[in-house]
T-cell receptor, first 114, second 111 residues
Framework: AQRVTQPEKLLSVFKGAPVELKCNYS??????LFWYVQYSRQRLQLLLR??SRESIKGFTADLNKGETSFHLKKPFAQEEDSAMYYC????????????????FGKGTHLIIQP | SQTIHQWPATLVQPVGSPLSLECTVE??????LYWYRQAAGRGLQLLFY??????ISSEVPQNLSASRPQDRQFILSSKKLLLSDSGFYLC??????????FGSGTRLTVV
């Protein structure tokens, strides 16, 4: 079964320090991977996807097929980055009519200390 | 604009009572719709998905059911709630590869 593993339940870093949220996946094909974020009292929302190769709010994530990882990184953490972060995986071969429900990791609670 | 509505925001129900959570989307047609549950320490779990009216697929066996009576309406139900049904329920929709949009969620506590 496809799995997404986020080994850290809680990660606490000081403001200005680098942040890395780990994510490993078990699928051996060409996956689609995402990071979702849920700020306090807000809905879960898409942060970034590996296809776009984008940087959102200073965060980047690189897909490493050799290590089957998709770690989320930010060089300098800010207090407003405190939130729950979920790594998610989507099966390849989606054609618009089949199952494409995301598989989520258990999430990492990121706390940025002042 | 595309929006998703989910209600109620919080719900406290006794064991054995029925459940109905509703989710509606606006600004899109023929979306794929999903119900997820977020239980403490277990992350987000896909419960049901639907690719069209009346088409429901279940990912895990459970005490819940889902229905899609209209294109943009997705309902999560139970005839008799169990304590283990407590959790945070999220509705989401997607259209092709444009990512997922989540509702604001319903916090269900079964007592």
């Amino acid at each position: 079964a496809q799995r997404v593993t986020q080994p850290e339940k809680l990660l606490s870093v000081f403001k200005g320090a680098p942040v890395e949220l780990k994510c490993n996946y078990s699928y051996s094909g060409s996956p689609e991977l995402f990071w979702y974020v849920q700020y306090s009292r807000q809905r879960l929302q898409l942060l970034l996807r590996h296809i776009s190769r984008e940087s959102i709010k200073g965060f980047t994530a690189d897909l490493n097929k050799g290590e089957t990882s998709f770690h989320l990184k930010k060089p300098f953490a800010q207090e407003e980055d405190s939130a729950m972060y979920y790594c998610a995986h989507k099966p390849p071969g989606y054609s618009g009519g089949g199952a494409d429900g995301l598989t989520f990791g258990k999430g990492t609670h990121l706390i940025i200390q002042p | 604009s595309q929006t998703i509505h989910q209600w109620p925001a919080t719900l406290v129900q006794p064991v054995g009572s029925p459940l109905s959570l509703e989710c509606t989307v606006e600004g899109t047609s023929n979306p794929n719709l999903y119900w997820y549950r977020q239980a403490a320490g277990r992350g987000l779990q896909l419960l049901f998905y639907s690719v069209g009216i009346g088409q429901i697929s279940s990912e895990v066996p459970q005490n819940l059911s889902a229905s899609r009576p209209q294109d943009r309406q997705f309902i999560l139900s139970s005839k008799k709630l169990l304590l283990s049904d407590s959790g945070f329920y999220l509705c989401a929709w997607s259209v092709q590869r444009n990512g997922y949009t989540f509702g604001s969620g319903t916090r269900l506590t079964v007592v």
